[in-house]
T-cell receptor, first 112, second 113 residues
């Protein structure tokens, strides 16, 4: 059964720093991996989608990488801003049960 | 604007009552999903549908029911059989089950009083 883990559960960093969020998964037979942002009490907003054949995707200050063989993905946020404060979730699609499986998220707080 | 609309945003239910959460999308997506999110937890799949008049149980379907009579609509009923229904419910849709970005609505908060 596919399991997705995000460590740490919470992270606080000063404004302006670059940071990395981690996501690991147990079954490497995935179709894609997505990173989402969730603000308190809101739905999820898709940030980046990496297909299984890709190594990374970039959007603005965000860069997501995927290493299928090791079951890992990272979300790199450059020059963090207070508006980046939110919970970031990763989700993988595929694996033996062909479902979308979410991690529990990393709660990010950017200190002004 | 294209998107997914969930209603109501907040709902209070008395024990023993059934309630229905609405989800409408105008993205022309084939697949629709219902997830439940509890504090500090990831999303858990309740039901999903890939085509009109067809749907499948997710990981926590007990106490819930759905219908898919129209492509754009996928309502979720929380029945009295659901023992712990207080949660944040998220509806989502995508073009196909795998390979495409999944889009989410703004969610509905259900509280049992």
């Amino acid at each position: 059964k596919q399991e997705v883990t995000q460590i740490p559960a919470a992270l606080s960093v000063p404004e302006g720093e670059n940071l990395v969020l981690n996501c690991s998964f147990t079954d490497s037979a995935i179709y894609n991996l997505q990173w989402f942002r969730q603000d308190p009490g809101k739905g999820l907003t898709s940030l980046l989608l990496i297909q299984s054949s890709q190594r990374e995707q970039t959007s603005g200050r965000l860069n997501a990488s995927l290493d299928k063989s090791s079951g890992r993905s990272t979300l790199y946020i450059a020059a963090s801003q207070p508006g980046d404060s939110a919970t970031y979730l990763c989700a993988v699609t595929g694996g033996r049960d062909d479902k979308i499986i979410f991690g529990k998220g990393t709660r990010l707080h950017i200190l002004p | 604007d294209g998107g997914i609309t969930q209603s109501p945003k907040y709902l209070f239910r008395k024990e023993g009552q059934n309630v229905t959460l609405s989800c409408e999308q105008n993205l022309n997506h084939d697949a629709m999903y219902w997830y439940r999110q509890d504090p500090g937890q990831g999303l858990r799949l309740i039901y999903y549908s890939q085509i009109v008049n067809d749907f499948q149980k997710g990981d926590i379907a007990e106490g819930y029911s759905v219908s898919r009579e129209k492509k754009e609509s996928f309502p979720l009923t929380v029945t009295s059989a659901q023992k712990n229904p207080t949660a944040f419910y998220l509806c989502a849709s995508s073009m196909i089950t795998v390979g495409n970005t999944i889009y989410f609505g703004e969610g509905s908060w259900l509280t049992v009083v």
